[in-house]
């Protein structure tokens, strides 16, 4: 039977794959016995019980298959013998971003009763990463991603914007407490609470940080909102993009 090539998005997806593997990884690539211990601590199971595909080592073993059949030697001797199975073609690729995104929120409860050890979160963050890497990911964390990396935050407000949103919330405190020291300081030097905040709150719900800013004020607080770096979200954490996540935690940090 004829072999197909693989596409370029999947032969970069090994290549990173093997660069990417640590002793902890490889450790829980190795471990899983299938007992089934994992099974009944996922909420996506107990949602979806008529479901195997949901079960954690059924998730797992979808990685699992591509490392043994590309580093593991029995399965580059015997795939047979080990269900070790490659990745090949775009379409794989879609179908385990489906898998790793989908039916996962790394919540580690499958790891907390693993006897083994075996540690799927960090499994599937890492095949996110790489999914990442090679362009496959859901279109909405594409969208998230490139706004943190472009504008700043995830939910694209300019910095404008921002800073016009928390003028007008301080002007507002202000006439409340008939106080000028209610206004919400912006990069005060010797503040000891910066308050990062989600970026919906800016364009969605911006009395939430008047919420804040007033306990803040009657609690007299020393602090401060950041003019950049105030997303404390991170999608390069949730999409195993550690470059995103490593630039949007120094914004903050």
């Given at each position: 039977?004829?072999?197909?090539?693989?596409?370029?998005?999947?032969?970069?997806?090994?290549?990173?794959?093997?660069?990417?593997?640590?002793?902890?990884?490889?450790?829980?690539?190795?471990?899983c016995v299938h007992c089934?211990?994992?099974?009944?601590s996922c909420h996506y199971v107990l949602s979806n019980p008529d479901d195997p595909t949901y079960a954690p080592a059924h998730k797992a073993d979808q990685i699992?298959?591509?490392?043994?059949?590309?580093?593991?030697?029995?399965?580059?001797?015997?795939?047979?013998w080990v269900h070790a199975e490659d990745i090949r073609t775009d379409e794989d690729l879609e179908r385990l971003k489906d898998i790793v995104f989908g039916k996962c929120t790394n919540c580690r409860r499958c790891s907390l009763n693993c006897p083994m050890g075996v540690d799927f979160a960090t499994l599937n963050r890492m095949a996110r990463g790489l999914l990442v890497s090679v362009g496959?990911?859901?279109?909405?964390?594409?969208?998230?991603?490139?706004?943190?990396?472009?504008?700043?935050?995830?939910?694209g407000v300019l910095p404008q914007d921002y800073l016009e949103t928390?003028?007008?919330?301080?002007?507002?405190?202000?006439?409340?407490?008939?106080?000028?020291?209610?206004r919400i300081p912006i990069d005060k030097m010797?503040?000891?609470i910066v308050y990062?905040?989600?970026?919906?709150?800016?364009?969605?719900?911006?009395?939430?940080?008047?919420?804040?800013?007033?306990?803040?004020?009657?609690?007299?607080?020393?602090?401060?909102?950041?003019?950049?770096?105030?997303?404390m979200t991170n999608f390069g954490l949730f999409s195993g993009d550690d470059e995103l996540g490593a630039a949007v935690a120094l914004r903050v940090y």
């Open positions: 039977m004829a072999v197909i090539a693989r596409s370029h998005k999947a032969e970069k997806f090994v290549e990173r794959l093997r660069k990417k593997l640590s002793r902890q990884m490889v450790g829980s690539l190795a471990g089934g211990m994992c099974t009944e699992r298959k591509i490392f043994k059949r590309n580093i593991d030697w029995t399965g580059r001797i015997f795939p047979w496959v990911m859901p279109e909405g964390v594409a969208v998230v991603s490139k706004d943190q990396w472009e504008v700043g935050n995830q939910m928390l003028e007008w919330l301080s002007d507002e405190l202000e006439n409340e407490f008939k106080d000028p020291a209610a010797d503040a000891e990062a905040i989600n970026p919906r709150e800016v364009k969605y719900d911006p009395r939430t940080i008047t919420d804040a800013a007033r306990i803040f004020y009657i609690a007299g607080e020393n602090w401060t909102m950041p003019s950049e770096g105030w997303d």
